[in-house]
């Protein structure tokens, strides 16, 4: 039997890659890649020319009995997503689930992921934090804002810069304007920029400067 690897890459810069990550790619049977043409770059760059197939949410459902086959039949999969560890706010829970079901092997290598470096340089409390992801978009939007009002630890977000200040002010709305918050974008990127202070300042500089790229919100708890 083969075994499934759940492998991280780079959220910015293409250095940003453990040496073991590079060495399973290169040893995979099957990569399966949330954009082929994204992932694309980062093989072409570090050499490696090993079969690509696309496993995203639109087609996951649909393929991955057949990718768990193929793993139980000898082949070694290589998950990756576009940035960070697959699976977190990213395609591959269905895969992991489906081989755990099977009895298939599954190592995540560890590895880039975004909210982590964004939670450190905040400057808010990390010792205790919860991860949200992102918000739903429409239904249940404001009853998962109105629960976490009171939530006493970090608060962990992602979000699109187009619905950045939006966003913010629901926090502001529900959290009150003073509520300390950090915003980190464009992680290990060329223009990574974290604008921390209250919600009302960080509103205030993302209304004047529009925001761009990969965005992680860090959220203060309240406090006791």
């Known amino acids: 039997m083969g075994r499934l690897y ?3 890459t780079p959220v910015g810069n293409l250095e940003d890659i453990t040496l073991r990550a590079i060495r399973v790619l290169k040893e995979a049977d099957l990569i399966l890649a949330e954009d082929t043409r994204t992932s694309g770059i980062l093989l072409k760059h570090y050499g490696i020319k090993n079969a690509m197939q696309s496993h995203h949410k639109f087609n996951e459902h649909q393929t991955v009995e057949g990718i ?3 793993i139980k039949g000898g082949e070694n999969v290589a998950l990756i997503s ?3 560890t697959p699976a977190i706010s990213d395609p591959g829970f269905l ?3 489906e081989c755990v079901r099977n009895g298939v092997d599954v190592q995540c290598l560890p590895g880039a992921t975004a909210f982590v470096p964004a939670l450190v340089s905040s400057g808010l409390p990390d010792e205790r934090f919860c991860f949200e992801g992102f918000l739903p978009q429409k239904k249940g939007r404001m009853t998962r804002l109105n ?5 006493t630890r970090t ?6 810069p ?11 709305e529900y959290f009150g304007m003073e509520r300390p918050v950090a915003v980190c974008r464009e992680i290990s990127k060329v ?7 209250s919600l009302q300042e960080v509103i205030a500089h993302f209304q004047e400067k529009e925001p761009k790229g990969e965005i992680v919100i860090i959220v203060g708890g309240k406090e006791d």
Request: net charge neutral; glycine share 4%; charged share 30%.
């Open 68 to 70: 768990v086959s193929r």
């Open 6 to 8: 759940v492998v991280p």
């Open 162 to 172: 187009y619905r950045l200040v939006k966003t913010l002010s629901q926090f502001a």
């Open 95 to 97: 895969i992991v689930r």
């Open 191 to 197: 223009h990574e920029e974290c604008v921390r202070g």
């Open 155 to 160: 608060m962990v977000f992602y979000e699109s």
């Open 147 to 151: 629960a976490l009002k009171d939530e």
């Open 82 to 84: 576009d940035a960070g």
